[in-house]
């Protein structure tokens, strides 16, 4: 009964409508405004000021500019290659961290969701991951919220897939059914040395936007969208920046199961941090 009210509790309120909103106001420049709701965000999410690059709060003229601060780069280590495959491209809880089994993703116990529908219905892109892993990491507000490339790798193709804004904490992926494919995501498709390799970006309730380093916020629209980048030569190291949220959400990693094997560290439940092992590196894990 409890799921069945939340579900409906949600699908009436105009969740996408105050998503529209959110992002207005956190993008609005209101000096002393401001500056007092960055204060108290720091203090109820006990933000570490040490690491962040730029220490004066004078200088964020925005609640979003502080929300999508950047780090320190010796925050954020990226761990070599020589340790690992690839590397999480956030910061945040893992959800789940499985196989993709028969095209379905596990959500949670008893739910799971389409392979297909989660990179926007095209059976090619999900034949490139059918069989392959999957890692699906949520980040709360208080998380770091710059998005980095695990490996080293080329965009090929982007799909906006447009959706609603439901929450995606650990609450509704346990009572929603296809709540990831329900929502709006940018799937981001890379080529690398060791295969295709997809960073889905995840909308959510009061997720004011989704930017990208190479095409800038995400425009909400009524179809899919389509681009192709594989001529235009946008090539990414391991943990280099490409993208953003304003506001918490989810980031999903797919990958072909030759790549290498979900890293023993990523486990549901556990926190994360950007730049740490996600996909093992097989011949050390043979060691």
Same mark, same amino acid.
Not at 76 to 102: E, F, Y
Not at 123 to 140: E, Q, R, V
Not at 182 to 194: A, D, H, P, W
């Given at each position: 009964?409890?799921?069945?009210?939340?579900?409906?509790?949600?699908?009436?309120?105009?969740?996408?409508?105050?998503?529209?909103?959110?992002?207005?106001?956190?993008?609005?420049?209101?000096?002393?405004?401001?500056?007092?709701?960055?204060?108290? *965000?720091?203090?109820?999410?006990?933000?570490?000021?040490?690491?962040?690059?730029?220490?004066?709060?004078?200088?964020?003229?925005? *609640?979003?500019?502080?929300?999508?601060?950047?780090?320190?780069?010796?925050?954020?280590?990226?761990?070599?290659?020589?340790?690992?495959?690839?590397?999480?491209?956030?910061?945040?809880?893992?959800?789940?961290?499985?196989?993709?089994?028969?095209? =379905?993703?596990?959500?949670?116990?008893?739910?799971?969701?389409?392979? &297909?529908?989660?990179?926007?219905?095209?059976?090619?892109?999900?034949?490139?991951?059918?069989?392959?892993?999957?890692?699906?990491?949520?980040?709360?507000?208080?998380?770091?919220?710059?998005?980095?490339?695990?490996?080293?790798?080329?965009?090929? =193709?982007?799909?906006?897939?447009?959706?609603?804004? *439901?929450?995606?904490?650990?609450?509704?992926?346990?009572?929603?059914?296809?709540?990831?494919? &329900?929502?709006? =995501?940018?799937?981001?498709? *890379?080529?690398?040395?060791?295969?295709?390799?997809?960073?889905?970006?995840?909308?959510?309730?009061?997720?004011?936007?989704?930017?990208?380093?190479?095409?800038?916020?995400?425009?909400? =629209?009524?179809?899919?969208?389509?681009?192709?980048?594989?001529?235009?030569?946008?090539?990414?190291?391991?943990?280099?920046?490409?993208?953003?949220?304003?506001?918490?959400?989810?980031?999903?990693?797919?990958?072909?199961?030759?790549?290498?094997?979900?890293?023993?560290?990523?486990?549901?439940?556990?926190?994360?941090?950007?730049?740490?092992?996600?996909?093992?590196?097989?011949?050390?894990?043979?060691?």
């Amino acid at each position: 009964m409890f799921g069945f009210l939340l579900k409906l509790f949600e699908y009436l309120t105009p969740l996408s409508t105050l998503t529209f909103l959110s992002a207005k106001l956190t993008d609005a420049k209101l000096g002393s405004v401001t500056q007092w709701l960055i204060k108290k *965000f720091i203090e109820s999410f006990k933000i570490n000021l040490e690491e962040i690059a730029e220490p004066d709060l004078t200088k964020y003229e925005t *609640f979003n500019d502080f929300f999508v601060r950047k780090l320190k780069p010796e925050a954020r280590p990226i761990a070599p290659a020589t340790q690992c495959v690839a590397v999480s491209p956030v910061d945040g809880t893992v959800g789940q961290a499985q196989d993709i089994k028969a095209g =379905r993703l596990i959500q949670a116990k008893g739910i799971d969701y389409s392979l &297909k529908a989660l990179v926007g219905g095209n059976p090619d892109d999900a034949a490139l991951f059918d069989a392959g892993n999957f890692a699906c990491i949520y980040l709360s507000p208080a998380n770091y919220h710059r998005i980095h490339l695990p490996m080293d790798g080329k965009l090929v =193709r982007t799909i906006h897939i447009p959706g609603r804004h *439901f929450p995606v904490g650990k609450r509704n992926v346990s009572y929603m059914d296809d709540l990831f494919t &329900k929502n709006e =995501r940018l799937v981001c498709i *890379f080529e690398t040395q060791k295969g295709p390799l997809a960073v889905i970006l995840v909308g959510a309730a009061l997720v004011g936007s989704i930017a990208t380093v190479w095409d800038g916020t995400v425009v909400r =629209r009524s179809g899919i969208e389509v681009k192709d980048y594989s001529n235009q030569n946008l090539t990414f190291k391991r943990g280099d920046e490409i993208g953003q949220f304003k506001y918490g959400s989810t980031v999903i990693t797919l990958w072909p199961k030759q790549m290498g094997a979900i890293d023993s560290t990523i486990t549901p439940d556990t926190p994360v941090k950007m730049g740490q092992p996600l996909i093992a590196n097989p011949r050390l894990a043979q060691d």
